[in-house]
Nanobody, 114 residues
Framework: QVQLVESGGGLVQPGGSLRLSCAAS????????MGWYRQAPGKQREWVAG???????NYADSVTGRFTISRDNAKNAILLQMNSLQPEDTAVYYC????????WGQGTQVTVSS
């Protein structure tokens, strides 16, 4: 059974940075393309960034140039470095497989506020 555990969220001022981590278990992690998603209050969950099994990355327009996704297959983990955070980045952030999602984890709350 796949288990996804996100961590690293918190409260940060506009312009600040956070680094999110996602630990996966129950899968052969290295063969899957993975992504970060987020859900803001009152909005649908949206895709933020993706990384293929081979390390190719892509980003939503809203975060391009500010966020960086990476993966550590030895640790069954993906990371999201978030810089220049803005209030509109406030959301619960989740990781999951790209395409056919697995059961969602609990997510990690990111709040950007002064």
């Amino acid at each position: 059974q796949v288990q996804l555990v996100e961590s690293g969220g918190g409260l940060v001022q506009p312009g600040g940075s956070l680094r999110l981590s996602c630990a996966a278990s129950g899968i052969i992690f290295r063969i899957y393309s993975m992504g970060w998603y987020r859900q803001a209050p009152g909005k649908q969950r949206e895709w933020v960034a993706g990384i293929s099994y081979s390390g190719n990355t892509n980003y939503a327009d809203s975060v391009t140039g500010r966020f960086t996704i990476s993966r550590d297959n030895a640790k069954n983990a993906i990371l999201l470095q978030m810089n220049s955070l803005q209030p509109e980045d406030t959301a619960v952030y989740y990781c999951n497989r790209l395409g056919s999602n697995w059961t969602w984890g609990q997510g990690t709350q990111v709040t950007v506020s002064s």
